[in-house]
């Protein structure tokens, strides 16, 4: 089983535990922070894009040695080398996509379903848009797929 199905197995249900500890410490302190109908709208959005990417995830691993083989100039063969590179230029690419999903009207266009909820609260996190499935964001990793 892959490592992202794994960790779906384990995020999946932590982030129900944080969704509902949420909301059971809102009740106590008597905070109105859930709204049923815009839960149901971010819990389906999360669902629905889970699946999306699934489906997508496998496309990739379909693809990646073909990949490797056809495409890398270089190959890094620490394991810790490119893992590290990994997560900056994945970080790098997220945090320059999310400035641009809030600068450019098309990407804005796409990227609106998530400050959609008139409420703020983990279950938001979950609203992306299903258009999402062409990732522009991929155009900040090339540099870095070419190693």
Same mark, same amino acid.
């Given at each position: 089983m892959?490592?992202?199905i794994k960790s779906l197995f384990f995020a999946i249900p932590t982030f129900i535990l944080l969704i509902s500890l949420e909301a059971w410490v809102a009740k106590i302190k008597g905070v109105k922070i859930n709204r049923p109908v815009d839960m149901i709208s971010s819990l389906s959005?999360?669902?629905?894009?889970t699946v999306r990417d699934g489906i997508k995830f496998s496309f990739v691993i379909i693809s990646y040695s073909w990949l490797v083989e056809n495409i890398a100039i270089y190959k890094l063969t620490p394991i810790w080398l490119a893992v590290i590179i990994a997560?900056?230029?994945q970080d790098f690419s997220g945090y320059w996509m999310h400035r641009l999903n809030h600068r450019v009207? /098309?990407?804005?266009?796409r990227h609106i379903i998530h400050h959609s909820s008139e409420d703020f609260n983990l279950s938001c996190a979950l609203r992306q848009s299903i258009s999402n499935t062409?990732?522009?964001?991929? /155009?900040?990793? /090339?540099?870095?797929a070419l190693l």
């Amino acid at each position: 089983m892959s490592f992202y199905i794994k960790s779906l197995f384990f995020a999946i249900p932590t982030f129900i535990l944080l969704i509902s500890l949420e909301a059971w410490v809102a009740k106590i302190k008597g905070v109105k922070i859930n709204r049923p109908v815009d839960m149901i709208s971010s819990l389906s959005s999360g669902v629905t894009n889970t699946v999306r990417d699934g489906i997508k995830f496998s496309f990739v691993i379909i693809s990646y040695s073909w990949l490797v083989e056809n495409i890398a100039i270089y190959k890094l063969t620490p394991i810790w080398l490119a893992v590290i590179i990994a997560f900056v230029v994945q970080d790098f690419s997220g945090y320059w996509m999310h400035r641009l999903n809030h600068r450019v009207n /098309i990407f804005w266009n796409r990227h609106i379903i998530h400050h959609s909820s008139e409420d703020f609260n983990l279950s938001c996190a979950l609203r992306q848009s299903i258009s999402n499935t062409v990732k522009f964001s991929a /155009i900040f990793m /090339i540099p870095a797929a070419l190693l």
